[in-house]
Protein backbone atom coordinates (compact mmCIF):
# COMPACT_ATOMS: atom_id res chain seq x y z
CA UNK A 1 0.00 0.00 0.00
CA UNK A 2 1.74 3.48 -0.74
CA UNK A 3 2.63 5.85 1.88
CA UNK A 4 -0.71 8.08 1.75
CA UNK A 5 1.79 11.49 2.96
CA UNK A 6 4.03 10.79 -0.45
CA UNK A 7 7.61 9.55 -0.68
CA UNK A 8 10.35 11.42 2.09
CA UNK A 9 12.82 12.05 -1.21
CA UNK A 10 10.06 14.24 -2.67
CA UNK A 11 10.44 17.00 0.03
CA UNK A 12 14.00 17.36 -0.36
CA UNK A 13 14.96 20.24 -2.80
CA UNK A 14 16.83 19.66 -5.67
CA UNK A 15 20.54 19.77 -6.19
CA UNK A 16 21.74 22.32 -8.94
CA UNK A 17 24.79 21.81 -10.45
CA UNK A 18 24.57 25.19 -12.05
CA UNK A 19 26.77 28.11 -11.37
CA UNK A 20 23.93 30.85 -11.12
CA UNK A 21 20.45 29.15 -9.07
CA UNK A 22 17.43 28.97 -10.94
CA UNK A 23 15.49 31.29 -8.98
CA UNK A 24 13.08 32.68 -11.16
CA UNK A 25 10.32 32.09 -13.85
CA UNK A 26 9.40 33.84 -17.19
CA UNK A 27 6.38 33.57 -18.64
CA UNK A 28 5.75 35.24 -22.37
CA UNK A 29 3.45 33.86 -25.42
CA UNK A 30 4.24 31.92 -28.66
CA UNK A 31 2.66 30.46 -31.41
CA UNK A 32 1.01 27.25 -31.34
CA UNK A 33 3.76 26.00 -34.02
CA UNK A 34 6.73 26.98 -31.80
CA UNK A 35 5.36 25.61 -28.65
CA UNK A 36 5.37 22.36 -30.97
CA UNK A 37 8.60 22.65 -31.95
CA UNK A 38 10.13 23.51 -28.29
CA UNK A 39 8.40 20.86 -26.77
CA UNK A 40 9.94 18.27 -29.44
CA UNK A 41 13.64 19.03 -28.20
CA UNK A 42 15.27 16.61 -25.94
CA UNK A 43 15.16 19.52 -22.77
CA UNK A 44 12.84 22.22 -23.68
CA UNK A 45 13.35 24.11 -20.45
CA UNK A 46 17.38 24.25 -21.02
CA UNK A 47 17.00 24.92 -24.69
CA UNK A 48 14.81 27.78 -24.02
CA UNK A 49 17.48 29.54 -21.25
CA UNK A 50 20.34 28.73 -24.23
CA UNK A 51 17.92 30.52 -27.08
CA UNK A 52 17.36 33.08 -24.55
CA UNK A 53 21.30 33.54 -23.17
CA UNK A 54 22.85 33.18 -27.54
CA UNK A 55 20.25 36.19 -28.52
CA UNK A 56 21.05 38.34 -25.16
CA UNK A 57 25.33 37.52 -25.64
CA UNK A 58 24.77 38.87 -29.39
CA UNK A 59 22.74 41.65 -28.56
CA UNK A 60 25.39 42.40 -26.19
CA UNK A 61 28.27 41.89 -28.47
CA UNK A 62 26.04 44.42 -31.27
CA UNK A 63 26.09 47.29 -28.28
CA UNK A 64 29.70 47.57 -27.72
Do not use: H, W, Y
Amino acid sequence: MPNPKGNPQNFEPIKSTRDEPLTRNLNFRVTEKMKEEVQQQDDPPEFCRQAIQKALDEKKGKDQ
